[in-house]
Nanobody, 125 residues
């Protein structure tokens, strides 16, 4: 049974940084494509960044160079480093995994098979 558990959320001032972590367990992590999404109240779940099983990275339009996704296959974790956070970045952040059957970038929630419970990030002005 695949399980994803996020951690690292919290309260941060605008302009600050935060690193989220996702612990993966249950099956071979090395084969999984991973992604981060976020969802603010009243809005749809939004793609933040993704990393393929072979470590090719890609990000959503707003992330640019402020957000960095990485994976550690030895520790079965994927992280999201967020710099220069903005107030509009306040949301629940979710880790997601896809079992490697899909190629290319995975930008939509429906392409992922498994989800974590989410971690709250609140950015204050």
């Amino acid at each position: 049974q695949v399980q994803l558990v996020e951690s690292g959320g919290g309260l941060v001032e605008a302009g600050g940084s935060l690193t989220l972590s996702c612990a993966f367990s249950g099956v071979d992590f090395n084969n999984y494509n991973m992604g981060w999404f976020r969802q603010a109240p009243g809005l749809e779940r939004e793609f933040v960044a993704g990393i393929q099983w072979h470590s090719q990275r890609y990000s959503g339009n707003f992330a640019n160079d402020r957000f960095t996704i990485d994976r550690d296959n030895a520790k079965n974790t994927v992280t999201l480093r967020m710099n220069n956070l903005k107030v509009e970045g306040t949301a629940v952040y979710y880790c997601a995994g896809e079992g490697g059957a899909r190629g290319g970038g995975l930008y939509t929630a429906r392409e992922y098979d498994y989800w974590g419970q989410g971690t709250q990030v609140t950015v204050s002005s």
